[in-house]
């Protein structure tokens, strides 16, 4: 694996169906292209983790339509 380092490149609230409001955080692996061997060589797709502020993991379901693992249930950005 190339070296990285993970940066908060968004931020945002979001509420659930039944009014409960979450600040959902999306952090970037950012890799260095120096340390790519040769010009043939692509970076690796784009890797994101998404949490809540409290630590939650959450996967993206579209643009604006979150989902709280551990919870089981939806957010929608607001």
Same mark, same amino acid.
């Given at each position: ?7 908060? @490149?968004?931020?945002?609230? *979001? =509420?659930? *169906? ?10 970037? @692996? ?8 040769? !010009?043939?060589? @692509?970076?690796? *797709?784009?890797?994101? #983790?998404?949490? @809540? ?15 709280? =693992?551990?919870?089981?249930?939806? =957010?929608? #950005? !607001?």
């Amino acid at each position: 694996m190339r070296p990285g380092w993970e940066e908060l @490149t968004d931020e945002f609230d *979001a =509420v659930s *169906a039944d009014g409960k409001k979450f600040h959902i955080l999306i952090y970037t @692996t950012i890799f260095d292209g120096s340390s790519l061997s040769s !010009q043939d060589s @692509t970076p690796p *797709a784009e890797l994101k #983790r998404i949490c @809540t502020s409290d630590g939650q993991d959450c996967n993206q379901i579209d643009e604006d339509t979150f989902e709280i =693992v551990d919870l089981g249930f939806s =957010v929608k #950005r !607001q």
